[in-house]
């Protein structure tokens, strides 16, 4: 079965810092990649996806991330945030052939101190 | 827009109650989730569903169970709701497209006292 990995379970920026959030996978076969973003008191949304193709995918509100196989990573970087960027991020992995199963990480609360 | 509703934003229980969370879903949705949301623990599956009347079991199945009878409706049922049983659920749906994306519901604060 596969896990997700998110190392950083707290991570406290000022605005206008950059921010990198690191997701290691452990599958080895073909995977779809996701980062979903839950704001306080919001849903659970979709920021950005990998299915194939270009490894740097850009998603919502100036995020991307990169799919780097030989690391089995995904990891999310913003170059600048905003207070409005606190949330909590979850990197999430469906394994081709598991059907639409996700596999969730831990979750990293991010807090933008104004 | 996909929506997907749960009946309660909060509930508060007893140990021992019969507990029904309620997920529905206008998408026309094949596919159906149950999580558990839990600090540091990321979200966890229970079980899931894709199609009427079928059930799998999740990561973390025990002490739960489902009912599907309408394609738009996915049920968590706690039989004889523990104090551990105390979290957020969440249910989502997606198509039964490969590729995974799942629409999230609000979640439902569960409280067993």
């Known amino acids: 079965a596969q896990s997700v990995s998110q190392h950083n379970h707290h991570v406290i920026l000022s605005e206008a810092a950059s921010l990198e959030l690191g997701c290691n996978y452990s599958?080895?076969?073909?995977?779809?990649l996701f980062w979903y973003v839950q704001y306080p008191g919001q849903h659970l949304q979709l920021l950005l996806k990998?299915?194939?193709?270009?490894?740097l995918v850009k998603g919502i509100k100036g995020f991307e991330a990169e799919f780097i196989k030989s690391k089995f990573s995904f990891n999310l970087r913003k170059p600048s945030v905003q207070w409005s960027d606190t949330a909590e991020y979850f990197c999430?992995?469906?394994?081709?052939?598991?059907?639409?199963?996700?596999?969730f990480g831990g979750g990293t609360r991010v807090l933008v101190k104004p | 827009d996909v929506k997907v509703t749960q009946s309660s934003r909060y509930l508060v229980k007893r140990t021992g109650e019969k507990v029904f969370l309620e997920c529905v879903q206008d998408?026309?949705?094949?596919?159906m989730f149950w999580y558990r949301q839990d600090p540091g623990l990321g979200l966890r599956l229970i079980y899931f569903?894709?199609?009427?009347?079928?059930?799998e079991k999740g990561d973390i199945p025990e002490g739960y169970s489902v009912s599907r009878e309408k394609k738009e409706r996915f049920s968590l049922i706690l039989e004889s709701a523990s104090t551990n049983q105390t979290s957020m659920y969440l249910c989502?749906?997606?198509?039964?497209?490969?590729?995974?994306?799942?629409?999230f519901g609000p979640g439902t604060r569960l409280t067993v006292t």
């Open positions: 989502a749906s997606s198509s039964p497209d490969w590729r995974g994306e799942q629409y």
């Open positions: 599958y080895g076969g073909t995977v779809n």
């Open positions: 990998y299915f194939s193709g270009d490894p």
């Open positions: 999430a992995v469906n394994a081709r052939g598991a059907g639409n199963k996700l596999t």
């Open positions: 998408m026309d949705h094949e596919n």
């Open positions: 569903s894709y199609d009427v009347k079928m059930k």
